[in-house]
């Protein structure tokens, strides 16, 4: 069985990363959204404040490489996708890279994708929620 790629997406806040965690810890394989995994870094806020562009190549990088750590066989879950990426890039009001483009064109989920809708009674605010 080849690797079957879904991804969870949607508003800040709306429970995607307590999903993902209840998926992980009843065995099904996950990936982090690579924007937070970025933004916890040293150097990783200060990076998206300063240089929007920089953190929207920064996330693409992050999420190639976990891509391409996916190659195995059975089902794996994202937090959040290559257009999501682009979406960021947008709400900034900044340009999409051809390459941002071309990943989102090329890298596509084979299984569903989720979309978490905004739910303001869960949200919590936190160090990379700005």
């Known amino acids: 069985m080849p690797v079957q790629r879904a991804a969870i997406t949607g508003a800040l806040g709306a429970g995607k990363s307590t999903l993902l965690a209840e998926l992980s810890r009843r065995g099904v394989a996950t990936v982090s959204e690579v ?3 970025i933004l ?3 150097g990783g806020m200060a990076l998206r404040e300063e240089d929007p562009l920089a953190f929207g190549d920064a996330m693409l990088s992050a ?3 976990a891509w391409d750590d996916t ?3 059975g089902s794996v879950v ?3 996708g290559f257009p999501d990426i682009a979406g960021f890039l ?3 009001g900044l340009p999409v890279s051809d390459e941002i483009t071309r990943a989102c064109d090329e890298y596509r989920f084979e299984g569903p994708i989720f979309r978490a809708p905004p739910w303001r009674a869960i949200y919590t605010p936190d160090d990379e929620r700005i």
Do not use: M
């Open 78 to 80: 994202f937090d959040r």
């Open 35 to 37: 924007a937070r995994t």
């Open 40 to 42: 916890k870094s040293a």
């Open 63 to 65: 999420q190639l490489a």
């Open 90 to 92: 947008r709400v900034e």
């Open 71 to 73: 190659q195995i066989e």
